[in-house]
Each structure stands twice: as C-alpha cells, then as structure tokens.
C-alpha cells in the first residue's frame, strides 16, 4: 500500500512537472510559430537564463548578445528568468517599448524583487498607484532643486570626504564614493548627516538590503535574500521613527527642509507608501550615481585629453567664484559644459542599468514581428548604446561627441530608461557627480593602482572596488 502510494505521488509529481515544463516551454513556442522573432529557448525552465547573466566589461555587449545579435538580429526571442522572452537590441523597438508604458507594456521585475523592495515601491507598483506615486516623486525633485541649500550641502559632503584622504596615499575609489552618494542622499532625504546614529544603522541595513537584491531568491532564515527582507523591515521601522519623532516635535509645513517634511505635509501618501518612496530614493540613488562618479573617473584617468579639458572648465569657474566671493550654485552646474558631456560618455560606455524588465499587455505587432500577450520583454539599452550605427566609434570614449547637444535624452540615449518610468532623480545624479569631480580634479591627481574594468554582472561593479594612488594638490 505505502510503495504504491508513493509510486502513485511520484508519478504525479512527475506529470504535474512535465505539465509545468509544456505550458511553460513548449506551448508558447507552439502557439506563436509563425510571427515570432527568430530565437532559441535553450533549457526547459532555466532556458538561457544563465548564459545571459554570464558576466562581461560593461563596456562590451558580452558573448551571449553578440552571438544572439549575430545568428537572429537585434530583435529574437529567448527564454530567461523563467517566462518566454522578447530581447530588443533594436533602438525603435527599445523606444516604442518605453513609449507604451501602461498602454501596450508594463513594468514587470520578477516576484523576489517585489518581495524585497516591498508592495507599495514605486519601482514595482503599476496603474493609478504609480501614476500617484511618480507625481509626487517629480513633486520633490523640482522642490529639493530648488532649494539653496541643495548645491552646498553636496558640496561640504563631497569636501568632508576628500579631506578624509588627507593622509592617504591609497584609496578603494568605489568605497569613498559610495560613502559620499549615501550621505548626500541620506542628508537629501531624511536631513540626516553620517554623525548621526540614525544614518549608521539605516547604511548597515541597507547594505544587507543591497546584498539580497541580488542574491537567489530563497526566503530560507540565513540567506541574503532573508536578510535583505528583514533589514528592510529594520529600516521602515528606523524611518518610522523619524517620521513619529519629527510629528511629535511639531512639523511646520512652512519650514520644507528635506523630501521628508515635504512627504509629512502631503496627504495622497499612506504612511507604507511614505517609507517606500525613502527606500526607493535610497535605493536608486545611492549605488547608481556612486558607480556614474566611478565611471567618470575611470575614463578620465585613460583619456588625458579629456581630463585636461575638464580641469580648465572647473579652474575657471571656481577662479570665477572666489573672484565674486560667491558659493557654488546651480548656475554653476549649467556652466560645466564639457564635464556634462564627459558624465553622459561615461554612462553610455560604463551601462550601469544594462537593461528593464516589462511584459507585454496583448498580442503587439511591431515592423514584421508580433510580441505574444504576457510575454517578458527586456529592452537592452547597452545594445544601443554600443552599436556603431547609433554612435560613432561606440567602442571609444569620446566625451566631445556630445558637444553642442541640445536634446541628450533620445532614442539612442537611454541610460535613465524613457516614457513614464524615466529615471526621477536622473538630474540629482549628474549634479551629484559635476561636483563631485570638480572639487575632485581640482585638488587631487591620482592614478590607477593595478588594472580593474566595470563589469557586468549584469549590475556593474568594479571588482576590485577600483584602487587608486592619490596626491593631493
Ligand atoms: C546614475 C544614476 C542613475 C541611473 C543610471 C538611474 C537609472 C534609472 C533607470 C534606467 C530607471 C528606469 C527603470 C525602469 O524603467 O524600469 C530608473 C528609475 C528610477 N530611479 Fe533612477 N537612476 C539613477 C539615479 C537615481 C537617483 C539619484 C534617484 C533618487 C533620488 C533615482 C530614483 C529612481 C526611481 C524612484 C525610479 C523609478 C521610477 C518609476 O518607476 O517611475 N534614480 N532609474
């Protein structure tokens, strides 16, 4: 009786996996034959999961896309994350893609994320709730900019952490770098400094939050991802506590300091929805802008011409400003022409978002193909970013090809994403970094200790966190 009930459950077992494998394998295949993009599925289940995150200098498109590229074209199917997948290299397919938001496509990460970043971030939230969300967050970032202290407060960061290097010769650029991008977010959001005990235990959770975003999904107590899910409860609860604290001191509306105070005067946010958007601010500014600032260095340090070119632009302006006794403002910012040019080179060659996740909402017929309704679609902004026939010797790190560019953001340009889910903070990022390298180039010259390229992984990092030698000044 006991060996025919398990004979009897195995057999199940097994009929239900085959029956998983058809429907999610095969029957797609079967049922869209004829218009689909050409495309290989690989494996059942993993299908060519694996050899698309295999890992490669983000400055290259890497063996799997290269490959793919070649044998199908720019636009095939595949089989990644688990779902049937449309893989667009193509940039009219990558714009029509963002263009569609909501109407033919939409924003789809896979399920563990959402488990991390939590139900109500406006990274995972569709529909109304975005829509609200993404008001408010625009809301903020022309508020935060227009503030006074908005420049100085990034500059003193930025001071603070280079006279931190007085007496080193040695510095892990990426670790300096990242201490300044959470400080200046932290400071931005929450109006906290690093003295304060607050910001030491929202960057350690956060880092174990970091950690499980990108580990395997298991909600098993001791893995990372079952860390990253309790540090993010740790820090809605350290940003809760702010929250009740500065309500219990008597918030003025009048007196707007941080996102914060501009979030408790708001009433279209819950308060879950009030700690996520901090997460989110936290999350999508800190590793992001910290890796552009490394990128910008990185190319700099192999482009003499360019980092020449940069130092005059920041030596006059700063002669500028003492000549006229005055701080750092935005205006200055407008002024760093060539610097701008150089942190849009270093986000087209350096890729940090590599690519997003969406699905289609019905059957959709784009040029000769139809993308079949439900399907996964990644639009790969690398793709477009290094292919000659968008740019130019895409290969090289030419800062002057954007000189005179009225319009940066373009179907060819993708490195905030586009449509409805451009990057909010896409400005503070490159304010972050102008004067970051301004104070940067004026008072250091360094050099690389030993070689490290950004790869990616497909996040991209520097591997060895990039060491340099410094010398002040
Ligand atoms: C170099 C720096 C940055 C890069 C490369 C970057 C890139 C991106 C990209 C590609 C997206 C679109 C995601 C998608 O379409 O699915 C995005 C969205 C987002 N970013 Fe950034 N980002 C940067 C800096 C920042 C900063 C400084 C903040 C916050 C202060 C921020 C907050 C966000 C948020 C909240 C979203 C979600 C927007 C939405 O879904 O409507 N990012 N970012």
Redesign the pocket.
Known sequence: MMFREIIFLLSLGLTVLALCLFVNHFLPLLLNLEVLPRGSFGWPLVGETLRFLSPHASRTLGDFLEEHISKYGKVFKSHLFFSPTIVSCDLELNHFILQNEEKLFQ?CYPKPIHGILGKSS??VVVGET?RRL?NQ?LALANITRSRTSYVTDIERIALQLMDSWKHKERIVFCEEVRKFAFSV?VKQVLGLSMQEAESAKILEDFLTFMKGLISFPLYIPGTSYARAVQARARISLTVQAIIKERRKNGFDSNKIGDFLDVLLSTNSLSDEEKVSFVL??LL??YE??SL?IAMAVYFLGQCPPALNQVKLEHQYIRANLQEAGQDMSLEEFKKMEFTQCVIHEA?RCGN??KF?HRKALSNVRFKEYVIPSGWQVLPIFSAVHLDPSSHADAQMFNPWRWEGQTQIISKSFT???GGA?L????E??KVEAAIFLHHFVLNYRWRADGEDIPMAYPYVEFPRGMPILINPI
């Open positions: 924003c406006m990274i975005h993404r967050a977010i989110d601010s999508g500014g992001t802008t552009l986000l940090i978002v997003v490195p905030f994403g889910r990057c909010p903070g896409f503070l990022a």
